[in-house]
């Protein structure tokens, strides 16, 4: 039986935040595919500029309300079982999530912002927004209430002082993402999620306990 086979990578920002600490691989299989998630402290080789562009199937001037619904849906659901008031959609922070993911460049361009990236070998993969957020909230069993380490991306999602959210997913073309033109992956999907106020604020033991509820 052929399996698609996807990687998702992910990570938070620690431009003016607390580096996540504890973050692990580790494996995942489902009935749909065999999935690797990597280190999301690592960020990936950047192939050359001259190699990205826009798809002219994409919109990068605005959000459908469909995917509103889908990225505020995926992050409220988790805030409203961890105590923390409801985002609302910043289409500002959102145009720059798809400014920056329209670059198909793996790191981080500001803090406050969750990234993830998914591969398939499947040619027009979906974009799957929910399992994007879902990576990121699953973390949250990793969370240290003491050292307030483990979980840097699932915090940032629930942080209490944050308020708005604007995100992106992008198709990247092949050979961008840190993979090499004509290798297996047809479907390069990049994630990208702007918050403000920023979370995961230092000194972790003076933001966190008020910020974060386990």
């Given at each position: 039986?052929?399996?698609?086979?996807?990687?998702?990578?992910?990570?938070?920002?620690?431009?003016?935040?607390?580096?996540?600490?504890g973050?692990?691989?580790?494996?995942?299989?489902?009935?749909?595919?065999?999935?690797?998630?990597?280190?999301?402290?690592?960020?990936?080789p950047?192939?050359?500029?001259?190699?990205?562009?826009i798809?002219?199937?994409?919109?990068?001037?605005?959000?459908?309300?469909?995917?509103?619904?889908?990225?505020?849906?995926?992050?409220?659901?988790?805030?409203a079982?961890?105590?923390?008031?409801?985002?609302?959609?910043?289409?500002?922070?959102?145009?720059?999530?798809?400014?920056?993911?329209?670059?198909?460049?793996y790191?981080?361009?500001?803090?406050?912002?969750?990234?993830?990236?998914?591969?398939?070998?499947?040619?027009?993969?979906?974009?799957?927004i929910d399992?994007?957020?879902?990576?990121?909230?699953?973390?949250?069993?990793?969370?240290?209430?003491?050292?307030?380490?483990?979980?840097?991306?699932?915090t940032?999602?629930?942080?209490?002082?944050?308020?708005?959210?604007?995100?992106?997913?992008?198709?990247c073309?092949?050979?961008?993402?840190?993979?090499?033109?004509?290798?297996?992956?047809?479907?390069?999907?990049?994630y990208?999620?702007?918050?403000?106020?920023?979370?995961n604020?230092?000194?972790a033991?003076?933001?966190?306990?008020?910020?974060?509820?386990?």
């Open positions: 039986m052929k399996l698609n086979i996807a990687i998702l990578l992910a990570a938070l920002a620690a431009t003016a935040s607390a580096s996540p600490a973050d692990i691989s580790e494996v995942a299989v489902d009935a749909d595919a065999s999935e690797l998630l990597v280190d999301p402290r690592a960020e990936l950047v192939a050359p500029r001259a190699s990205f562009f798809d002219a199937r994409q919109d990068t001037n605005g959000t459908s309300q469909d995917e509103i619904d889908q990225w505020l849906t995926a992050h409220n659901d988790e805030r079982q961890h105590g923390a008031v409801p985002l609302v959609w910043n289409q500002d922070l959102a145009d720059a999530a798809m400014s920056w993911a329209s670059g198909c460049v790191k981080h361009n500001r803090g406050g912002q969750n990234i993830a990236a998914r591969y398939n070998t499947r040619a027009n993969f979906p974009r799957e399992r994007a957020v879902a990576q990121w909230n699953n973390e949250r069993g990793e969370y240290n209430a003491t050292t307030f380490k483990g979980a840097g991306h699932w940032q999602v629930v942080w209490k002082h944050s308020r708005n959210l604007g995100c992106a997913a992008y198709s073309p092949q050979g961008t993402l840190g993979k090499k033109p004509g290798d297996k992956w047809k479907s390069l999907w990049y990208v999620c702007n918050y403000d106020p920023k979370g604020v230092v000194p033991s003076k933001y966190y306990p008020s910020n974060v509820q386990p």
